[in-house]
């Protein structure tokens, strides 16, 4: 599977971005998708993540009510929609592929995107 990520930018606090991931390989509907994120000089962080099954969707306390993970797998797509943003937002987000179900650990992920950067200025 090979994933790509775009839809990052700038934003104002408070306003929206919609991030997409699009993969290539016909077993995408068969991977549970997630995103991650990455500020400067921090580490990879958990965002969210949906199963390839039913749908369940998974996460992190820092964006729970705010962010919300979804999957289309006709298009082969996943997408996050980011609400009510936040400077603390701020980070390279990347999609990823896991066999894992509500895997929240980076190393549960077999597949990664290049990665979108999304800047949220206060």
């Known amino acids: 599977v090979q994933l790509q990520a775009s839809g990052g930018g700038l934003v104002q606090a408070g306003g929206s971005l919609r991030l997409s991931c699009a993969a290539s390989?016909?077993?995408?509907?068969?991977?549970?998708m997630g995103w991650f994120r990455q500020a400067p000089g921090k580490e990879r962080d958990f965002v969210a993540a949906?199963?390839?099954?039913?749908?369940?969707?998974y996460y992190a306390d820092s964006v729970k009510g705010r962010f919300t993970i979804s999957r289309d797998n006709a298009k082969n797509t996943m997408y996050l929609q980011m609400n009510s943003l936040k400077p603390e937002d701020t980070a390279v987000y990347y999609c990823?592929?896991?066999?894992?179900?509500?895997?929240?650990?980076?190393?549960?992920?077999?597949?990664w995107g290049q990665g979108t950067l999304v800047t949220v200025s206060s």
């Open positions: 390989g016909r077993t995408f509907s068969s991977y549970n």
């Open positions: 990823a592929a896991s066999r894992f179900r509500g895997a929240t650990r980076d190393d549960r992920y077999d597949y």
């Open positions: 949906i199963s390839w099954i039913g749908g369940r969707t």
